[in-house]
């Protein structure tokens, strides 16, 4: 990835699994022990770590505003991120602690394919306002509380032109390590935001100026393209995946729309959903 930013790093052998310089890579399956879980006031309590998974998503973590403090990795994948990870002897550097694909295995548990994680603690979360400063096309998500959704509407939201994602009610979190990693890190790149005072904090986004449109299998609304042919610039609301948008949420909206189905199909799963509204102002 030429012209991509670069970091400095460490170069730290580890030989033992047991070491504790490696524990925030540690047990990364666990329900109770994942470093990537919040932390929760009164209750469950994690690291609240951001979790970089493979070559790619280690390179955006880099470029991205979750600044890493680690890295564990094969000596193949270190050579991979050559562009990216700059070794160096400063001993202030970011360390890389490198190890063999047995020893990783050990620390993470289980054997991770793609041989390099990197990981950062979580920044302060935007604020709404920071999120959809300068935006025009925004995702706007109720109810989705499926990670690989949530991580497949952050690419689509980076390669189709949405600017920022807001989260409503309901919704998983998006710095889970299994969002970040099929989200190709795009998670760690599109600003997002979260709406605590749902729905109505709509008037917020209306206020400046969004149409608000919600995405719904009802054959009596306006097709896409026609409820949003005037608009100049949109939030598009998606629900989740079977009951969709609740109804608080679309009386709240400035209109509704459906995208044209064939074969008796009554809707789409909701990232693919997503991924048409947000072609559909793209093309434009």
């Known amino acids: 990835m030429s012209g991509s930013p670069s970091l400095p790093v460490r170069i730290v052998d ?3 699994a047991a070491d504790d310089r490696v524990d925030d890579f540690r047990d ?25 998974e493979g070559v790619l998503v280690a390179r955006r973590m880099v470029a991205s505003r979750f600044a890493p403090h680690a890295f564990l990795g094969v000596d193949r994948r270190l050579g991979e991120l050559s562009d990216t990870l700059i070794p ?6 970011v360390p890389f602690f490198r190890a063999d694909a047995d020893v990783m295995a050990q620390i993470v548990g289980f054997h991770l394919n793609r041989g390099v994680l990197g990981v950062a603690r979580r920044p302060a979360e935007l604020t709404v306002a920071q999120a959809v400063d300068g935006a025009s096309v925004l995702a706007v998500l109720e109810g989705v509380n499926d990670h690989e959704n949530i991580g497949s509407i952050f690419r689509n939201a980076a390669g189709l032109g949405v600017d920022a994602v807001l ?6 979190d998006p710095l889970y390590r299994r ?13 997002f935001a979260k709406l605590p005072q749902w729905p109505a904090e709509l008037d917020l986004l209306a206020e400046r100026g969004f149409t608000t449109v919600s995405l719904t299998p009802d054959p009596g609304v306006p097709l896409l393209a ?3 042919a005037d608009a100049a610039r949109v939030a598009f609301l998606v629900g989740a995946e079977g009951p969709g948008l609740t109804a608080a949420a679309m009386r709240s909206s400035h209109v509704r729309a459906r995208i044209p189905m064939s074969r008796g199909t009554d809707s789409l799963n909701v990232a693919t959903a997503a991924a048409i509204a947000f072609y559909e102002l793209a093309r434009r």
């Open 226 to 228: 026609e409820a949003v």
């Open 88 to 93: 160096t002897d400063d001993p202030a550097a």
């Open 167 to 172: 989260f409503g009610a309901g919704c998983a």
């Open 179 to 191: 969002c970040v990693r099929v989200s190709m890190g795009h998670a760690l790149l599109v600003p």
């Open 14 to 16: 580890i030989d033992d």
């Open 28 to 52: 990364l399956n666990s329900v109770d022990r994942r470093p990537d879980l919040p932390v929760l006031p009164g209750g469950r309590v994690g690291k609240g770590l951001v979790i970089a």
